[in-house]
């Protein structure tokens, strides 16, 4: 419910579009679904949905515990059918690529686009040359998260498109 204050009141005061993090959905399929319906009706252009269990670390920290595969996709697949607006943007967030490795988080995307993922938020990508590894399968947009103190360096805009972000 904080979220969705805070959602209004941005939305409120910009025409931009807002993308929401929906951290891990909150609990199960009835619960993304509300969230959704709830976000959507309070202005949100986009969601992302992250594969972390509850109880989630930030996604530049060490330990951090990842569900599998299959949890992940009934996520997105509650996200994607409580929607209204087919251009309601679902994002799927992996923290995967720290300890499952590249090749297995690909794979995790694939698997989140099938179900229905509009959009991959690969967190913590240590190596920007990763991110043409992820653009180079996947069919939809792939989204850089960089932070002054996170895993990630941090890009220009130009070297973000010449690696398919964008």
């Known amino acids: 419910a904080d979220v969705e204050i805070d959602l209004r009141r941005i939305t409120s005061v910009t025409r931009l579009p ?3 993090d929906a ?3 909150w609990g199960h399929a009835f619960n993304i679904a509300r969230m959704v319906r709830m976000f959507e009706a309070a202005g949100a252009a986009a969601i992302h949905i992250e594969d972390q269990a509850a109880a989630k670390r930030c996604g ?4 951090k515990d990842i569900v599998d595969a299959d949890e992940m996709c009934d996520r997105i697949r509650a996200a ?3 929607r209204e607006d087919p251009a309601f943007f679902v ?3 992996t923290d995967a690529l720290a300890s499952e490795g590249l090749a297995a988080t690909i794979a ?6 099938a179900a229905g993922a509009d959009g991959i938020f690969a967190e913590a990508v240590t190596d920007p040359q990763q991110y043409r590894e992820f653009t ?9 998260n960089m932070t002054e103190f ?7 805009l130009d070297r973000l498109r010449e690696l398919g972000i964008g």
Do not use: F, K, M, W
């Open 108 to 113: 995790r995307c694939q698997a989140y686009v």
């Open 18 to 20: 807002v993308l929401v």
């Open 60 to 63: 530049h920290r060490p330990n």
């Open 136 to 144: 180079g399968v996947l069919p939809v947009p792939v989204l850089a």
């Open 80 to 82: 994607v059918l409580a």
């Open 23 to 25: 951290d891990t959905g």
């Open 150 to 156: 996170g895993r990630t360096p941090l890009q220009e």
């Open 91 to 93: 994002i799927a967030r």
